[in-house]
């Protein structure tokens, strides 16, 4: 892993990009990992675009501000894409993990670029089928750490399931983390 991984999550407000964040970072801080999860948005309501960001390394992190240059950029709803700048600050060895039913080629074509790894992988219907809700943050995470390897996803799995437990039902959980581990096994790459 980079000494510093920074992460962009795309959204809409209702999605999950928020506690996605959290829930990623909490994760990684259980792997003795220095963090930041935090999201930026103002009067937004549901359905409203908005931007979470983690910042994972080995060593303490002492900036505290919004991604700009991001490793990681992350696209939970493809309706985005032309209205909001999804690709601003993009770098030459920047990850983009899409949630679409679309391959990486489409999703290239849609984005516009040339180069950088695109992953994909429909997180939304993975959610529907375990989860029982298109809040498609969990498998983005099973994605996100496939795409990345910044973290073991069974390290990733334990610290969800104890951040998730003392929150939600243990169907729910376990629902969550089903979602994790089939997107990690299926997203798609190039």
């Known amino acids: 892993m980079k000494d510093l991984i920074e992460l962009r999550w795309h959204s809409r407000g209702g999605q999950g ?20 999860g935090f999201a930026e ?10 931007k979470a960001y983690n910042r994972i390394s080995e060593a303490p992190i002492t900036v505290h501000y919004g991604i700009s240059n991001p490793n990681v950029i992350t696209i939970l709803d493809t309706t985005l894409i032309g209205k909001v700048d999804v690709t601003e600050g993009l ?6 993990v899409v949630n ?4 990486p080629a489409d999703m290239r074509k849609m984005l516009g670029i040339e180069g950088r790894s695109i992953f994909t992988i429909d997180a939304s219907k993975i959610a529907r089928d375990n989860i029982g809700r298109d809040i498609p943050n969990t498998p ?6 496939k795409a990345t390897n910044i973290m073991d996803v069974e390290g990733v799995i334990k610290g ?9 039902k243990p169907e729910i959980v376990e629902g969550n983390v089903k979602a994790i581990k089939l997107a990690y096994e299926e997203v798609k790459g190039e």
């Open 91 to 96: 770098s030459e060895d920047c990850v983009i």
């Open 140 to 145: 983005m995470i099973g994605a996100i750490l």
């Open 160 to 168: 969800i399931r104890k951040k998730l437990g003392s929150k939600l």
């Open 17 to 36: 990009a928020k506690t996605g964040a959290l829930v990623l970072a909490e994760a990684a801080m259980g792997e003795g990992k220095y963090v930041q």
């Open 100 to 103: 679409t039913s679309k391959s």
């Open 41 to 50: 948005y103002g009067p937004e309501r549901m359905g409203a675009p908005m």
